[in-house]
């Protein structure tokens, strides 16, 4: 899992540590909720906002 954040990282503007919560949400194959507006528009397929997530918009 930590050649795929550093597969991320490289291929982001994303830091490593923000990275890895996403490499670890691709492989439990879970959505990532996180307000980081970054790695919602860098990681669009797997980060969700809360916002989103509860059903408020």
């Known amino acids: 899992m ?3 954040a550093h597969s991320l990282v490289s291929k982001s503007n994303c830091s490593s540590y923000d990275c890895e919560f996403v490499a670890l949400a691709q492989h439990l194959n879970i959505q990532l909720i996180t307000q980081d507006k970054k790695v919602l528009r860098e990681f669009s397929s797997v980060a969700i906002s809360a916002v989103d ?5």
């Open 2 to 4: 930590l050649f795929r």
């Open 53 to 57: 997530f509860i059903g408020l918009k």
